[in-house]
């Protein structure tokens, strides 16, 4: 099992940016894939973006958020910038081990404000 712990959640006016970081207990390039879900009260989870055999962003976040991860400090980032009050939401990044899998490990999540 891989622990993921996320940071640098906050809360920030709209048009602002913010940095979130997911440090991972297990070297990530062992991971196949990574990516970050969010979850706004009263709504499911949704996609926001994933990095690992392909880089995928959900149609809201294009443009605005850039995934990347740095496999020597075993952590995956989301810079979000030009941010927007329905981007509030708890941000949590999750791991896929393998192309045949789905995501299966999860962090606890950081929450994000978006104030207008």
């Known amino acids: 099992q891989v622990q993921l712990v996320e940071s640098g959640g906050g809360l920030v006016q709209a048009g602002g940016s913010l940095r979130l970081t997911c440090a991972a207990s297990?070297?990530?390039?062992?991971?196949?894939?990574m990516g970050w879900f969010r979850q706004a009260p009263g709504k499911e989870r949704e996609f926001v973006a994933a990095?690992?055999?392909?880089?995928n962003y959900a149609d809201s976040v294009k443009g605005r958020f850039t995934i990347s991860r740095d496999n020597a400090k075993n952590t995956m980032y989301l810079q979000m910038n030009n941010l927007k009050p329905e981007d509030t939401a708890v941000y949590v990044c999750?791991?896929?081990?393998?192309?045949?899998?789905?995501?299966?490990?999860w962090g606890q999540g950081t929450q994000v404000t978006v104030s207008s």
């Open positions: 297990r070297r990530t390039s062992s991971m196949y894939r």
């Open positions: 999750a791991a896929q081990r393998s192309p045949f899998g789905t995501f299966v490990d």
């Open positions: 990095t690992g055999g392909s880089t």
